[in-house]
């Protein structure tokens, strides 16, 4: 018996998926045979069942209520997961063409050498399931449940509402922000928006002009004792506050980006509290 994880979530049995697996696997053997290794079966029907999955949770309700067969819940799933890929890519492409690392090696590497390589390899049919890169740049949305498509093009989203965000704030000022934070800042792995969302929410809080750039640690200790007159929730709504007021100022009515920023000003009023 195949031991498949997620089986507990799918509307179908694995006896309903198994022929559809099998099918999968003639195809795979070029329908000379459908003998191939455990782990080949296993990788086979984990790509059937997470296309049914990628169905599932695609919100077309007359497709997800329907009674469908298991071949028909498979196939169409896997429309959605083509789809998806195909946005991705022209996510991807639009991404690219001002893309900027600030000197950042991982965010180059995942994004001009990682990414790219998944496009390329990215196997639809026989392997949906598979991430193929580990993501090392580090976003601020929590994936680690997602694998395959989901997960990369999540992450090109997170991508692009960091570029969106950082591209407003200039590269000089982003560079020196990231040099001041050490000289080994271009082999860091942290999270760059992550970084100049808490200056500017410094900045803010000692009322000190952005063009004044840098926070010392005297001036970090201040904006601490500011914050520590308010319990941490109300610091963290203080803050989420200002950074909703600077998105709308700056960005529009850009629900998207301040629901992917926030948990930033939480980080940095547990980081504050703590030096008080």
């Known amino acids: 018996m195949l031991e498949v994880t997620g089986m507990e979530q799918c509307r179908y049995s694995m006896e309903e998926l198994a022929p559809v697996a099998l099918g999968l696997a003639r195809d795979f053997c070029g329908h000379e045979h459908s003998s191939v290794s455990y782990e080949r079966a296993q990788a086979l029907m984990e790509a059937v069942l997470y296309c049914v999955r990628e169905l599932d949770v695609s919100g ?19 429309q959605v997961v083509i789809q998806k890929f195909e946005r991705m890519q022209n996510a991807y492409g639009t991404l690219m063409m001002d893309f900027e690392d600030y000197g950042v ?17 990215y196997d639809v049919k026989y392997a949906p399931q598979e991430t193929l890169l580990t993501l090392d ?36 000022y982003v560079r020196g922000l990231l040099l001041s934070c050490g000289n080994e800042y271009e082999s860091a792995m942290d999270n760059i928006c992550s970084i100049v969302t808490q200056d500017l929410a410094a900045h803010f809080l000692l ?26 929730e109300e610091a963290v709504r203080y803050l989420e506050t200002f950074l909703k ?23 940095f009023a547990v980081r504050m509290l703590e030096r008080v």
């Open 60 to 78: 077309n309700n007359a497709l997800v209520g329907g009674k469908l067969s298991p071949m028909d819940a498979y196939l169409s799933g896997r």
């Open 105 to 121: 090696e991982c965010l180059c590497d995942t994004v001009k050498k990682g990414i790219l390589a998944f496009i390329r390899s």
């Open 137 to 172: 740049y580090p976003v601020l949305a929590d994936l680690h449940r997602l694998s395959g498509i989901d997960a990369v093009s999540e992450y090109v989203d997170c991508i692009c509402l960091e570029q969106r965000f950082l591209k407003r704030m200039g590269v000089p």
């Open 207 to 232: 009322d000190k002009p952005l063009e004044q750039a840098g926070i010392s640690e005297r001036e970090y200790l201040e904006a601490a004792r500011l914050l520590s007159e308010k319990t941490l």
């Open 245 to 267: 007021n600077l998105i709308r100022r700056q960005y529009g009515e850009d629900e998207a980006l301040f629901a992917y920023l926030r948990c930033t000003m939480r980080d």
